[in-house]
């Protein structure tokens, strides 16, 4: 795993020609725990490197726009509070508090939770948890602002709550407040069934928030410990998680990499946590599934490309088991890289 994740940073290329956004935040996030764990300056050097092509010496950020109210595009100020953290330099601050201040007008649900997008309004996506809460709770730590790591802490809760399946113990891609979406049920406001990455971004983001909180954890500390055990169970026989995680049935279900990569991670981080108990030689059996040889080197094959909700060019995603199914499955994207970085990093593989 080690050779294949040194050759592809050394080449990556950012993702959308440059522009700040949440997909090479994963990369930014694997290397920052990479160099936590290892001590190894290589992953700095790297890190700092990427993080510099997008971001301007006055903390601007390349291609980034405050008033189109993403959430996705908060991700990656995790990699500018380390920067910071590490050097000093203060530009990346500057850059920390232009998503900070996003994240202060960034439009909610009546029921207090960040939209996913401006242009999904109403909407709670499991996605959005991981790509803002995080960042949120880590920069008030830094600038004293408990007020905020309380309120990030009750919009999680909150959106547990909305996104919750009862029958199954697991989390719904997304909830439609005003209940008007197409793909939304008009009972419940969620989409149909369960995509796999969706329930990846949210197992991250509880782990994670757990390490950030402490004791402030507690209120999410069941619901962490229930999905982690739910996560557990619902393993193939290889060892790994399917696309459409519960339906073992559907016969062109497949082993999707990223979440595969996500779930290990949120594994092993709740077990130093104290969580779970992480299966044993997981980090070893994503290795042999997820890598396959090619020419100079390996790939980290079965990721699906995208999944979203809603009208996309000429598709309509309504957030079924078909649906999930039907998304283009690529090797070595960042939202499978990323994680498989941060399981490296957590596993020593």
């Not at 329930?199 to 500390?221: C, K, N, Q, S």
């Not at 990721?303 to 090797?331: M, P, Q, T």
Request: proline letters at 4%.
């Amino acid at each position: 795993m080690k050779d294949f994740i040194a050759h592809y940073v050394q080449h990556h290329q950012p993702y959308k020609g440059g522009a700040w956004c949440y997909e090479d935040g994963c990369i930014y996030r694997g290397l920052e725990l990479l160099h936590i764990e290892t001590g190894d300056p290589l992953w700095l050097d790297h890190l700092q490197r990427l993080v510099d092509a997008q971001v301007g010496p006055t903390g601007t950020l390349k291609g980034y726009v405050l008033s189109d109210y993403n959430i996705d595009n908060v991700l990656s100020g995790r990699a500018l509070l380390y920067l910071y953290d590490k050097t000093g330099a203060a530009k990346y601050k500057a850059a920390a508090d232009l998503l900070a201040r996003q994240l202060k007008s960034h439009p909610r649900t009546n029921s207090g939770v960040f939209w996913h997008k401006l242009r999904y309004p109403w909407q709670i996506w499991l996605d959005g948890l991981y790509m803002g809460q995080p960042f949120r709770i880590a920069y008030a730590k830094l600038i004293g602002d408990e007020a905020a790591v309380a309120d990030s802490l009750r919009q999680i809760n909150v959106a547990l709550d909305a996104l919750f399946d009862v029958q199954t113990g697991l989390y719904k891609h997304a909830f439609d407040e005003a209940r008007e979406q197409p793909w939304a049920d008009p009972i419940t406001g969620q989409n149909q069934d369960f995509w796999a990455r969706a329930i990846g971004w949210l197992a991250m983001a509880l782990v994670d928030v757990a390490e950030l909180t402490g004791e402030d954890f507690l209120p999410l500390r069941a619901r962490t410990v229930a999905l982690l055990e739910t996560l557990k169970a619902l393993r193939t026989s290889d060892g790994l998680w399917l696309q459409v995680i519960n339906r073992p049935d559907l016969a062109d279900n497949y082993q999707e990499m990223s979440a595969s990569a996500m779930f290990t991670y949120a594994l092993l981080r709740g077990e130093r946590l104290g969580l779970c108990k992480a299966p044993e030689g997981l980090a070893q059996v994503l290795t042999e599934l997820a890598l396959r040889p090619k020419k100079n080197g390996y790939e980290m094959i079965e990721i699906c490309h995208v999944a979203g909700l809603g009208w996309y060019e000429d598709r309509f995603r309504d957030g079924s088991a078909a649906y999930y199914l039907s998304e283009k499955r690529v090797s070595d994207d960042t939202k499978g890289v990323g994680p498989l970085m941060m399981v490296a990093a957590l596993s020593g593989v």
